[in-house]
């Protein structure tokens, strides 16, 4: 299998532009989780989605934010307008099963999308 | 609701033994380990799904001591590989990272 496949790998945008990540996650896999990851606060969760359907967004930093999975091979994360506070490297991640609780699996993370905001 | 992780960061010769510990100040249900390289994703090592399982492959071995809500990484006899930020995971219903160990093997 390809892995999970995120685009852009780069992208530096100025602030107050929209910015769209994408993602496309390992067939099979029930579970979509997106991360951010910055110096400051490590690796954050902001969203995780079980079958398409949102279940928690409460990471999500506020309504600047916002994603969607339309179906089980494609997930986006939107910036819109983007601050320089957003740049960071965002991870899309699949599995089989929720990461945490008792019955949890093994995440399998994409390249990651390094976001520049100028 | 982050675990805490110690060391912060880590410097072996090639060969040395290391630990890295991840605590919680709350109840532990299973703790994943990951291993991220520079510029790269995080990568799984192995998930303990009950206390005191104890799992390894290779020289990287892991305990869970659900009691004391903690779990420690222990690689022996460091390769140059080794090297990375490992990060545990874990959380009831929400996944949450550890704050992270930067490992680094010298030769």
């Known amino acids: 299998d390809a892995g999970v496949i995120q685009s852009p790998r780069h992208e530096v945008t100025e602030m107050g532009q929209e910015v769209t990540l994408r993602c496309k996650p390992i067939?099979?896999?029930?579970?979509l989780f997106w991360y951010r990851q910055t110096m400051m606060r490590g690796l954050e969760l902001l969203i995780y989605?079980?079958?398409?359907?949102?279940?928690?967004d409460s990471g999500m930093p506020e309504d600047r934010f916002s994603a969607k999975m339309p179906n089980a091979s494609f997930s986006t994360l939107k910036i819109q307008p983007s601050e320089p506070r957003d740049s960071a490297v965002y991870f899309c991640?699949?599995?089989?099963?929720?990461?945490?609780?008792?019955?949890?699996?093994?995440?399998?993370f994409g390249e990651g999308s390094r976001l520049t905001v100028l | 609701q982050q675990p805490v992780q110690s060391p912060q960061a880590v410097i072996l010769r090639e060969g040395e033994d290391a630990v890295i510990n991840c605590s919680s100040s709350?109840?532990?249900?299973?703790v994943h380990w990951y291993r991220q390289k520079h510029g790269e994703a995080p990568v799984f090592l192995m998930i303990?799904?009950?206390?005191?399982e104890q799992k390894g492959h290779d020289k990287i071995s892991a305990s869970f001591n659900e009691k004391k809500q903690q779990s420690s990484l222990y690689l022996t006899a460091s390769q140059l590989s080794y090297s990375g930020t490992y990060f545990c995971?874990?959380?009831?219903?929400?996944?949450?990272f550890g704050t992270g160990t930067s490992l680094t093997v010298i030769p």
């Open positions: 991640a699949s599995s089989s099963r929720k990461g945490f609780g008792a019955n949890t699996g093994e995440l399998f």
């Open positions: 067939s099979g896999h029930d579970y």
């Open positions: 989605f079980n079958n398409n359907v949102p279940i928690d």
């Open positions: 709350k109840a532990l249900y299973s």
């Open positions: 303990l799904l009950k206390g005191g």
């Open positions: 995971g874990t959380g009831r219903n929400q996944f949450y």
